[in-house]
């Protein structure tokens, strides 16, 4: 066992600053010192750069990796002015996460010697000791001082701790060397059984504040969530080697039964037969670990990916005829909550096998009971159902914007509790980590049994650049002094609608949906209605989840990332009111009718035949009721052939415009009763370049059906 303690993340506040100086300046040496004793363990030049995965570097890219780490962020925030050495600080920058900008086309790399890299560390441990002895120290330290870089660093250099024992452990033995720093477990035996244990209903809160958390969190760690988990039942211990035999010798990666589709496309693709770190010999299973094979320690947990762990809860279910599956991030924190887990105490080993106290490998799962479980934080990661999505409040760290938002894909899924090896931020209670389902960590699972967990809010960013720039424009900022558009149409015809009836509106050409919100305010029962199901996909997430996110180009491949809340702008009651759907305003289906309201936003110009399009709206509204026109009138004829353009031509040669061919179309049914009025709007295309607008905007009113009303031609 380790006698030394691995120091602790740093409390940011304090009243002592030379203290607290001193005290990151030892995290940080600590650290960097670990980090080159993990690498100590290569023996030979080969387990630098033989890669131990195919989607992965050589162990080489993340020796100098987290080194260059600190030099960009310190750059990026203006601490550092100079590099020292831009050719590794290139590339030993990005390629960790199976990313599409990551490049890992070897034969584009040139790497260093080790020697090379280890001189390279050294120049930056010195930079970066130099700049924590000078460095103006005010306490507390939040996310925006200048010392949140330097934790940065530090704490990213204990993820790929971590994460680079993991390769290690896939490398090859024969370039390793096994080291008594990174001592493992010796006790093994057979695992207790491993009932279920039920657990009570209760409410979780998770409230990390950027200004005033006390520990260094990631960006998706901040903000607030509060959930109410019903009761379920959890198995007291991980599943052990032994629990998760009986599956392989089942046949359980022979039955595509127990697989999602992603997970038998994963095993079909790898052609996995067991997990990854077992190793069949003649005379039995062994265990490989990260510097040696042992004999297969059946009590301790198993090690698997999310879909390995997924195919086992839904074999387990079949045989039991119980709703078995892994827990939701929620159930895992009302794990913690019942089982009373501290943060790892400063001054003590962590009663769990967790923070390199204990040992450099997993130990027995029954080895550190915690209340009436064991490992709800330690010993293996534990896989849950839950794919990363943000907090309310979420923002990006400007320093490292990319830290988080990319993994908001549905595709990676949250790991709790920590493994042996999870130092620092990764061991607390509000660590948020999440990988591809596919990933290999130190990495086990629980299994628990309850009602189906309910989806977590969408975490998906819209990076589509038109949808999102609706999503600005509806949604967002204001720019250059103008008035929120859609809004500004809504005001516009609840004003003029004055006490007239306001049951049903129909948004005809809603595009992402605010108008539709904002008529909601007034109206019983608004339809958005838009030609494109990717625009109204957007207004529907919005009712549906409350939460609308997207990027912004702020230049080039740059974007910054925008969230925006129903509650914020004051519609939460109007997400009942409003229904999206997709529908072609020339050939409207007959059930749209009966309103009181038509808004036809933007539409006229961009139809492929606008007259009969307004020919029919009267049949659409009730007597008395109003039709909303506004259109800058930008007549293409890549929209509508030229022969359909209601206006902006000559005729016998005077000018006719668009308002003159709305009059003459609605005349027969309609009385203008507001406008022309210009109304302006601005869409945001990056950060410097806008397209400004008028759009005329004309309401008018449905007259009463007369007797001798003439028809018109087009219908
Ligand atoms: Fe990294």
């Known amino acids: 066992m380790n006698t030394e303690r691995f120091p602790r993340t740093p409390l940011l506040h304090g009243e002592d600053p030379v203290a607290k100086r001193r005290e990151i300046r030892d995290y940080f040496i600590a650290t960097f010192d670990r980090y080159e004793s993990l690498f100590a363990t290569l023996a030979t030049a080969d387990a630098y750069y033989r890669k131990p995965i195919a989607l992965r570097h050589p162990l080489i890219f993340y020796f100098g990796h987290t080194a260059t780490f600190f030099i960009n962020k310190l750059i990026l925030a203006g601490l550092l002015e100079q590099r020292l050495e831009p050719r590794f600080e290139s590339m030993f920058a990005v390629g960790v996460d199976e990313m599409s900008w ?5 034969s584009n790399y040139d790497w260093p010697s080790v020697q090379a890299v280890r001189d390279y560390r050294q120049r930056v ?3 970066v000791i130099g700049l924590i002895e000078r460095l103006p120290l005010r306490l507390p330290i939040d996310w925006d001082s200048p010392w949140w870089p330097i934790l940065m660093g530090i704490e990213h250099e204990r993820i790929h701790l971590e994460t680079s024992s993991v390769l290690i452990r896939q490398q090859s033995l024969d370039c390793l060397r096994t080291d008594p720093a990174w001592e493992p477990c010796r006790e093994t035996g057979e695992p207790p059984a491993n009932p279920l244990v039920p657990v009570a209903a209760g409410s979780i809160r998770l409230d990390k504040d950027q200004a005033s958390a006390p520990y260094y969190g990631w960006d998706n760690e901040y903000g607030l969530h509060e959930a109410e988990v019903p009761a379920f039942e ?9 629990e998760f035999l009986a599956f392989v010798e089942t046949g359980g990666y022979e039955t595509d039964g127990w697989w999602t589709p992603e997970g038998l496309a994963w095993r079909q693709f790898s052609q996995a037969r067991f997990p990854t770190f077992w190793v069949p010999e003649p005379a039995g299973w062994r265990l490989r670990l990260m510097l040696e094979t042992v004999p297969m320690p059946w009590n301790w947990p198993v ?5 390995e762990a997924k195919a086992f809860c839904l074999w387990k279910a079949e045989q039991t005829g119980t709703l078995v599956r892994l827990p939701t991030e929620d159930e895992w924190y009302r794990l913690h909550d019942v089982a009373g887990c501290p943060e790892v105490p400063a001054d003590r080993p962590a009663a769990a096998n967790l923070h390199l106290d204990h040992w450099a490998s997993s130990c027995p799962v029954d080895r550190f009971a915690q209340g009436a479980f064991c490992d709800v934080t330690g010993n293996v990661w534990q896989w849950t159902e839950t794919p990363i999505y943000p907090f309310a409040g979420f923002r990006v760290h400007p320093l490292y914007d990319d830290f988080t938002t990319p993994t908001f894909d549905e595709r990676h899924n949250l790991i709790k509790g920590g493994s042996w090896i999870s130092c620092g931020n990764e ?3 509000s660590a948020r980590y999440a990988f591809r389902r596919h990933f290999f960590q130190h990495a086990g699972f629980r299994t628990v049994v309850g009602a189906a967990p309910g989806l977590p809010p969408a975490s998906h960013y819209e990076t589509d650049r038109l949808l999102s720039e609706y999503a600005e424009f509806h949604y967002g900022a204001e720019y250059h002094g103008v008035p929120n558009f859609p809004r500004a149409l809504a005001d516009i015809a609840l004003r003029c609608l004055g006490d007239r009836p306001a049951r049903r509106a129909l948004d005809l050409g809603c595009a992402t949906g605010r108008t539709t919100f904002e008529l909601a305010r007034r109206f019983e029962e608004v339809t958005g209605m838009d030609f494109s199901a990717r625009f109204i996909g957007l207004g529907a997430q919005l009712a549906d989840q409350g939460v609308l996110r997207y990027t912004l180009v702020d230049e080039g491949e740059l974007v910054s990332w925008r969230e ?19 529908g072609d305003a020339c050939n409207l289906k007959a059930q749209f009718t009966g309103y009181d309201l038509l808004v036809a936003a933007n539409l006229i110009d961009r139809l492929y035949s606008p007259t009969r399009f307004l020919a029919q709206c009267h049949a659409r509204i009730n ?12 007549w293409l004829t890549e929209h509508t052939p030229r022969e359909e353009w ?5 005729r016998d040669g005077e000018n006719v415009t668009t308002l003159d061919g709305l009059k003459t179309v609605l005349g027969a049914h309609f009385r203008l009763i507001e406008g022309p009025l210009e109304v302006p709007f601005v869409i945001r295309e990056t950060r410097r370049k806008f397209q400004h607008s008028l759009s005329e905007v004309t309401v008018w009113e449905r007259l009463p059906e007369r007797e001798d009303a003439p028809a018109h031609g087009q219908d």
């Open 234 to 242: 959890a198995s007291r211990t991980l599943v052990s080697n032994r």
């Open 646 to 650: 209601l206006g902006g031509f000559k």
């Open 125 to 127: 441990r010195t930079a």
């Open 102 to 106: 990551d490049d890992l086309d070897e």
């Open 427 to 429: 061991s607390l209670h």
């Open 564 to 582: 925006v809340w129903l509650k914020d702008l004051d519609l939460t009651e109007a997400r009942d009111r409003v229904t999206f759907v997709q």
């Open 623 to 634: 007597p008395g009721g109003l039709l909303l026109i506004a259109s800058p009138y930008t």
């Open 303 to 307: 090690e698997v990916n999310y879909h």
